[in-house]
């Protein structure tokens, strides 16, 4: 019979990460209870988004950088009418504003504005790093730096108003795109401001998020 250690060596591991932990946390956890050697993700998910996670043990960390190029899939909420410094809830709320007169019209027009390349100024809240620190660790100190704008993709960028303040989408994207800075600039072309309220990705490539079979610590997830 083959040990805990074995079964999962050298395999592409598919997890629903939860929210409030962050992507390295579930890589820890998953290699600690399965007594992995070697572990690493495919792509971060913010600890306030929640979906799919590649995790790839030992010699399959050699197909990172592959799955990190694959087309993503989302879904979530974009708050209109007030902003986040960190442009989702990690930050408390402000600068509200009346959204009374959005129409659907506006926002369907608002969001076709972002459809194809794009350039978009990553978030400060966010992993990139300045002089060797990562940019969320000078963001939760009040600090800004100047970042420079980058070309990412949206492919599909689908949206339903839920109530007057709260909408539901759908994002199909290429590598590197940020749905928070999304959802800032949206917020920025209906004059109103907006961010991030909730966000799940649920596919990655040819990757979904379903059936999964394994639970540890809350971490649903399944090799592939």
Known sequence: MLSLENEYENKIILVDKPINIT???A????????????????GT???RASGL????????TKRINEFMECEKEYEGVIRIGAET???DTESEEE????VSHITEKDLIAAGETFLGEIYQVPPMYSALKFKGRPLYKLARKGKTVERKPRKVNIKKFEIERKSETEMWF????????YIRSLAHDFG???GVGAYLKSLKRIRIGDFKLDNFEKDIKGLKFRVV
């Open 27 to 42: 890589v820890y956890i998953l290699k600690r209870k399965l007594r992995l050697k070697k572990a690493g993700h495919a």
């Open 188 to 190: 920025e072309k209906l």
């Open 95 to 98: 600068g509200q504003k009346d």
């Open 85 to 87: 410094k960190s442009y």
């Open 23 to 25: 992507s390295a946390d």
């Open 45 to 47: 998910l913010d600890p």
């Open 53 to 60: 996670l590649i995790i790839c043990t030992d010699k399959m």
């Open 170 to 177: 759908n994002i199909v994207c290429g590598k590197g795109t």
